[in-house]
């Protein structure tokens, strides 16, 4: 994904608007400032890469502390989708400011012709809107973007096409979408977020194709619960096939920067979301040092994969700090590290996760 070229275009795109219309402002259209929870540092951050779980410190092998650390990789990956389509409203706003509904132009990269409309009071999906903003690629009418909200309190949906909004990015397919889910109308958080992609194309033992993230905010506490889908991974066991998902729970300080994180490595086809035990690091790593041939491991080695794997793991603004509940570092209260109640998405459902947009 992109997501630093598509914020560019953008945000050039809204600075356009801006400067070619000359009417008079009419601001009638009240566009969202806020339309995503950030996550703190210590469960997310773009440090990583997706071949973390597999080059590990470099060593040929992959530890449980190593696992861990990539998790806040694939977090980051879903937190910085919503700040993408977050980032569209802002050309909403320089349109309703500028007092235009309907704006066409030539898309900077690929030349296409782009419309950006906005629209009030749509039903789509069912459900009732204020406003509405979609992006068209006029060619044949591709739907690029479409962002629905209400006000009062703030909710909606945004959807965003990366192929259809620059047909230059070859690492974008038609099929791939990305897609927030906002409310300041939860019931157990001021304000949540789900973030959702799907049909990303997977290449080699190092990427994601789909991925659901939950994320609630109270105060300075953030809460995630999610899944990221990897459909060619191996972990030790090369002959292990099928997928599996990266399944977590987690919450985040704010203030304090420190982050605490349950994760599970079930198979993408396991149809429960009940995995935080039966497919924990540890139980995962474990099993796997056993599916490979006798000798494979020293005994050295089968302690160093295992040491850090334990459940949960805990994290500081750094990063991975130590695993397991024995291991609980003064600085992490009894609350705030029991994860209890929360569980993620079920694993069946994230590989065969598909996004489109709302009718």
Known sequence: MRVLKLSIALLSLGFFIACSNDEEPNVDIPVPEQFSV???????????????????????????????????????????????????????????ANNVRSFRYD????????????????????VNYEYEMTLVDTEND???????????????????????LDRTDLDADESAFLRIDYTEDHTDYEAAMTVS???????????INNLKLFVGKNGDIVEVMGNSNHPNINIIDPDYSGGRNYAFVGRGDESTDLGVVKLALPPSSVETGDVLEDYSVYAVLEAEINAVAEGYFTQEEIEEIL??????????????????VDNKPSSFSGEFADLAGMTPFVPNDIKNLSIDFVQ
């Open 142 to 164: 591709d739907l690029a973007l479409q962002v629905l909200w209400n006000t009062n309190p703030v909710s909606g949906l945004a959807i965003l096409n990366p192929y259809h």
């Open 38 to 96: 950030d996550i703190p540092g210590s469960i997310s951050s773009n440090t990583g890469s997706l071949s973390g779980r597999t080059t590990g410190d470099g060593d040929g092998k992959i530890e449980g502390d190593e696992i861990y650390e990539s998790l806040r990789y694939f977090i980051h990956i879903g937190e910085q989708s919503a700040e993408i389509v977050e980032f569209t409203l802002q050309v909403g706003a320089v349109l309703s």
């Open 307 to 324: 040491a850090e794997a334990g459940s949960p793991a805990y994290f500081n603004a750094q990063g991975f700090i130590t695993s397991g």
């Open 107 to 126: 898309g900077e990269d690929d030349g296409r012709e782009k419309r950006i409309d906005l629209n009030e009071d749509v039903t789509r999906g069912g």
């Open 197 to 207: 992609i799907a049909g990303v194309v997977a290449v080699e033992n190092v990427d």
